[in-house]
């Protein structure tokens, strides 16, 4: 189990009460899909992904991207039981949709870039390391059920 310090855990809700999903979520969704574009076979039933432009303007692109972030709230409101929140999660992505785990860490990365980008000089090195600790709890969580 982790453990959460009470600075911690307000660095975590301050992030997520700024963070406008319609907006991070595309975004970093987005992101994994063009930077690491072996990602895209996972939402070829989204449609045409064929180059950045087509992916940006996918609105099943940007709408899957506010669900990510609506997971994350899950994990922010269970702080203290994450792995048993995301049993489920895990549990789908693992068998039946046969998402590889490695690119969980590469979305968590994906996602801090976007929030980086948007809460710039607000976004200090503390701030960076509480959200890298949760991030880390979350793909660790979404990956229990590989292994």
């Not at 307000?10 to 994994?32: A, H, M, Q, T, W």
């Not at 996918?58 to 792995?83: C, S, T, W, Y």
């Not at 000089?121 to 969580?141: C, D, G, I, N, R």
């Amino acid at each position: 189990m982790v453990e959460w310090t009470q600075e911690e855990r307000v660095i975590i809700k301050e992030i997520f009460s700024k963070l406008n999903y319609e907006d991070v979520g595309p975004k970093s969704l987005c992101r994994i899909l063009v930077v690491y574009p072996w990602t895209q076979r996972y939402f070829a039933h989204f449609g045409n992904l064929y180059n950045p432009e087509m992916i940006l303007a996918n609105p099943k692109i940007a709408n899957h991207g506010v669900v990510v972030f609506r997971g994350l709230e899950m994990a922010v409101q269970n702080m203290d039981n994450i792995k048993n929140t995301y049993a489920d999660l895990s549990k789908l992505h693992s068998e039946k949709l046969h998402v590889d785990p490695d690119n969980f860490q590469l979305l968590a990365d994906c996602i801090t870039i976007v929030i980086a980008t948007k809460m710039r000089s607000a976004f200090t090195p503390e701030k960076q390391a509480t959200w890298y600790k949760f991030l880390s709890v979350v793909v660790s969580a979404l990956s229990k059920q590989y292994f």
